[in-house]
């Protein structure tokens, strides 16, 4: 029975070393890849090709969402569930609902962000396969690493971990599923 595994990982020594492993590996093809440091590296995104996050758009559809709601709850409760008419003014009254939509869209805002951080993140997960590398510690540390995904469509286990070796890495290891 053939295990199956996670992807192919690779150790450097320097952060320089794993921005050009990055780079070589998306010139060969690869695309699922991923690297983890123990601090940001800026050109480690561009060379990963990282998306741009959708985050931005679930927090601007979330305070959308709260500015309308908070309007019409308020334009609900004095116009037509309860009116009451004093000294002749409008029932639908748009400046005293200012104060209101205003909160609730910085509330839906800032609910939106923070439930869509977690869900663009695939929080909350306690585990993932990398952890089975023995010296994936050393990343929170002193290490950098360069993992290819199984699920790539180039992804072949004796060519991927040969073509890892040709980037003079430290290790290259399996990471098991």
Request: charged share 15%; aromatic share 12%.
């Amino acid at each position: 029975m053939t295990k199956t595994i996670y992807g192919m990982m690779a150790e450097f020594d320097t952060p320089g070393a794993l921005v050009n492993a990055a780079r070589e590996a998306r010139a060969k093809g690869y695309r699922k890849l991923d690297a983890y440091s123990p601090f940001p590296i800026e050109e480690l995104s561009e060379a990963l090709h990282l998306h741009k996050s959708r985050l931005p758009l679930i927090v601007l559809i979330g305070g959308i969402l709260g500015g309308l709601t908070g309007y019409l709850m308020q334009y609900y409760v004095t116009v037509l569930y309860f009116p009451i008419n004093v000294a002749g003014r409008p029932l639908h009254s748009w400046p005293a609902y200012i104060i209101i939509t205003f909160e609730m869209t910085i509330l839906f805002a800032a609910l939106s962000a923070v439930f869509g951080l977690l869900a663009l993140c695939g929080l909350p997960m306690p585990y993932h396969p990398v952890f089975n590398v023995p010296r994936f510690a050393l990343a929170s540390r002193n290490r950098f690493f360069l993992c290819i995904e199984a699920t790539d469509p180039l992804f072949d286990r004796k060519a991927t971990s040969d073509f890892l070796g040709t980037l003079e890495p430290r290790e290259v290891s399996e990471v098991a599923h």
